[in-house]
Nanobody
Framework: QVQLVESGGGLVQPGGSLRLSCVAS????????LGWYRQAPGKERELVAR???????NYADSVKGRFAISRDNAKNTVYLQMNSLKPDDTAVYYC?????????WGQGTQVTVSS
């Protein structure tokens, strides 16, 4: 069973930065595709960024040029560096781990962008 623990969320002013981390245990981390999703109040969960086992990445149009996803297989950790944050980025951010046709989710971490 894969367990995911996110950290790094919080309150930040518009234009600020945060780095989210997600540590995985119990799975084949190096083989997994990893992603960050977010869900704002009243909205559906949406993909923010994704990185494959080969290191290929893709991003939602709304975050391109501002966010960067990366992975450290030695630490079983995936990161999301978020720069130039906007109020519209406010949401609960979830880590996703996909391997062998199975998906796993973290508990989520709140990101609030407000002055």
């Amino acid at each position: 069973q894969v367990q995911l623990v996110e950290s790094g969320g919080g309150l930040v002013q518009p234009g600020g930065s945060l780095r989210l981390s997600c540590v995985a245990s119990g799975g084949s981390f190096s083989l997994a595709a990893l992603g960050w999703y977010r869900q704002a109040p009243g909205k559906e969960r949406e993909l923010v960024a994704r990185i494959t086992s080969n290191g290929d990445t893709n991003y939602a149009d709304s975050v391109k040029g501002r966010f960067a996803i990366s992975r450290d297989n030695a630490k079983n950790t995936v990161y999301l560096q978020m720069n130039s944050l906007k109020p519209d980025d406010t949401a609960v951010y979830y880590c996703n781990f996909a391997v062998f046709g199975r998906w796993y989710w973290g508990q989520g971490t709140q990101v609030t962008v407000s002055s």
